[in-house]
């Protein structure tokens, strides 16, 4: 893992009319590095991974990426950059295979126009060997069949399928069963052993100790600080999120 970042967010705000949802944070996440992003309802998580996914564009500050500045006005510039976002719904269309959902909308053609089904097989297989996903029976086999555990996987496998640099997991064990979480949790490790940036999103923060590589908190649209549990607790993340000093309070004169 190294310490340059590949994504850093300096001093981004948002507004929602008079809603301020992000004030002046700073944000980053290096490559082989998983981290964490935690809050309480209304920290401004969600605010901050959309400006990311360039669904909400920040009013102001600046965002680099691979250490160079950029502008990200639109899902199509993130995608761009190499950055995929595995939403909690996951996305997946539960009517179609394995190999269809890894390919929906970027499907694969031969001449006349019909569909390349063994090379968009074969990827499928590769990429889920990769990942060392192999509790799914048969790539051929519908979605909607699949465990929560084995969907989250099709999920993140579709993600990095794409040369992403930089993948986004919004609560992958929410939901999830002690034997699911695990895999989770090993495929997320795995996505920062192959040198990707992985943010997770996650109040589970036993989840988060195990895995995260920094933690960082955001309260009230702010960011507290950013943690390493190697020399932290979880109560004294846990009182971050709930009572951690702002630099700006609204309606306090700057």
């Known amino acids: 893992m190294t310490n340059t970042p590949l994504l850093e967010l300096k001093g981004v705000s948002k507004n929602f009319g008079a809603v301020q949802a992000l004030y ?27 400006g990311i996914a360039g669904i909400y564009p ?31 719904d996951l996305a997946l269309a539960d009517n179609l295979d394995v190999v269809a959902n890894m390919f929906l909308g970027r499907e694969k053609t031969k001449m006349f126009g019909t569909l390349d089904e063994l090379t968009m097989e074969q990827s499928t297989l590769e990429t889920l060997e990769s990942l060392s996903v192999s509790t799914i029976r048969s790539v051929r086999q ?79 649209g702010q960011q507290i600080g950013v943690y390493s549990p190697k020399e932290t607790t979880q109560q004294e993340i846990v009182h971050a999120i709930t009572a951690g000093d702002l630099s700006y309070v609204p309606g306090m004169q700057e």
Do not use: C
Request: net charge neutral; glycine share 10%; no cysteine.
């Open 142 to 220: 519908a979605v909607a069949g699949l465990s929560g555990g084995q969907r989250q996987a099709i999920a993140v496998a579709k993600a990095v399928m794409w040369n992403s640099k930089l993948v986004i997991l919004d609560e992958p064990t929410a939901a999830l069963g002690v034997a699911q979480t695990r895999q989770v949790l090993n495929l997320v490790k795995r996505l920062a052993d192959r040198g990707l940036g992985v943010i997770l999103i996650s109040h589970n923060l036993h989840d988060i100790f195990e895995v995260a590589d920094a933690i960082t908190v955001l309260r009230l």
């Open 58 to 88: 920040y009013d102001e500050g600046q965002v680099y990426f691979d250490g160079k500045p950029v502008s990200i006005n639109s899902p199509k510039d993130s995608a761009n950059l190499g950055i995929e976002i595995v939403y909690q």
């Open 24 to 50: 002046k944070v700073d944000f980053s996440v290096a490559p082989g590095q998983v981290m964490a992003l935690v809050g309480d309802n209304g920290a401004g998580k969600s605010t901050l991974i959309k």
